[in-house]
């Protein structure tokens, strides 16, 4: 790359950050030289796929970690006592030996013990404009764990059949899981999808909508910009916030609840299927009160700008 090009980008950078500052931040000293990681994003591309297997003798005591950068991440629990890993590595050049150098430096780092395997890939640098380079994971492994961990920063992430204690979290990328189990779900940009029960499910997301469908769980789901929508069986202690968008909930297989509700005096409270329902008007919002038989399971139902609609079947 031309030297005075690479010195017109990394001063443009420089610019874009200092005027996003605000006036609480920290003046740093930086030299050219640290630099030698960032590249720019090229048309041709270079791939290559890494396996591994390993086994796991206790699955039940067996943790799995795995951190990614850019990449989508599929999980699936299956009969087996191993976990195998594809890890689909591409990385981008202005030529193919340039490609294929970035993707040499694409690394995947294995760390295995008795009763945990951890996964972590680390890319070869900053890239400026182009395509990034990127790891895609294929999963699979035993049906149940102790507790199993996924966290990417710019990618999807999915989870299957997989019966354990979650923590699942990805800064730009949707999160879709399935199985049993108590989860800690979370993302900044994306939705979020949970498919489970027999545990605590604890869902949040900054840009994003929040689907649960949930048997005997204890539920907390919260978005600033998104809707959020419940269908949940059995249901322990519920709670549901978002500031911008419509709250639903589809209530089934419960016989003592309290429904506490509330949204901006414009928008519509509806809840049915009550043994009594008391609505209050206020100055600035409406609020509602909800009981089904005699209330001991606590539900509480909060937005600012949207609707909140809770449905009991008997």
Request: contains cysteine; proline residues 3%.
């Given at each position: 790359m031309d030297k005075n090009l690479y010195k017109l980008l990394i001063s443009i950078t420089l610019f874009a950050t200092m005027?996003?500052?605000?006036?609480?931040?920290?003046?740093?000293?930086?030299?050219?030289?640290?630099?030698?990681?960032?590249?720019?994003?090229?048309?041709?591309?270079?791939?290559?796929?890494?396996?591994?297997?390993?086994?796991?003798?206790?699955?039940?005591?067996?943790?799995?970690?795995?951190k990614n950068t850019n990449g989508s991440i599929r999980v699936s629990g299956k009969p087996t006592r191993e976990?195998?890993?594809?890890?689909?590595?591409?990385?981008?050049?202005?030529?193919?030996?340039?490609?294929?150098?970035?993707?040499?430096?694409?690394?995947?780092?294995?760390?295995?013990?008795?009763?945990?395997?951890?996964i972590r890939a680390k890319p070869p640098g900053v890239t400026i404009g182009g395509r990034s380079p990127r790891v895609d994971?294929?999963?699979?492994?035993?049906?149940?764990?102790?507790?199993?961990?996924?966290?990417?920063?710019?990618?999807?992430?999915?989870?299957?059949?997989?019966?354990s204690t979650f923590d699942l979290h990805s800064s730009n990328g949707a999160i879709d899981v399935e199985g049993s189990g108590d989860m800690e779900v979370s993302t900044t940009n994306g939705r979020i999808g949970v498919r489970g029960g027999n545990g605590e499910i604890r869902a949040s997301t900054t840009n994003g909508n929040i689907d649960i469908d949930a048997n005997n769980s204890k539920v907390s789901a919260s978005s600033t910009n998104g809707r959020i929508t419940l269908k949940l069986r059995s249901p322990e202690q519920t709670d549901a916030h978002t500031t911008n968008g419509n709250?639903?909930?589809?209530?089934?297989?419960?016989?003592?609840?309290?429904v506490e509700a509330g949204a901006r005096k414009a928008w519509r409270l509806y809840l049915s299927g009550f043994d009594k329902v008391e609505k209050r008007k206020g100055l600035f919002q409406n609020s509602a009160t909800a009981i089904l038989g005699d209330g001991k399971v606590r539900m509480e139902f909060k937005t600012t700008n949207g609707s909140i609609e809770v449905r009991v079947t008997r």
């Open positions: 005027i996003s500052c605000k006036p609480t931040c920290e003046l740093v000293s930086l030299d050219l030289r640290d630099f030698k990681a960032v590249s720019i994003g090229g048309r041709v591309k270079a791939e290559a796929v890494e396996s591994k297997v390993y086994p796991v003798s206790h699955p039940d005591k067996f943790t799995f970690s795995l976990i195998s890993i594809r890890a689909e590595k591409v990385a981008y050049g202005e030529d193919q030996q340039q490609a294929e150098k970035r993707l040499e430096e694409l690394i995947i780092v294995y760390e295995k013990k008795t009763d945990e395997l951890s994971f294929i999963i699979s492994l035993p049906e149940t764990l102790r507790q199993v961990n996924v966290h990417s920063v710019n990618g999807r992430i999915d989870v299957r059949h997989v019966n709250i639903s909930a589809d209530i089934s297989e419960a016989r003592s609840i309290k």
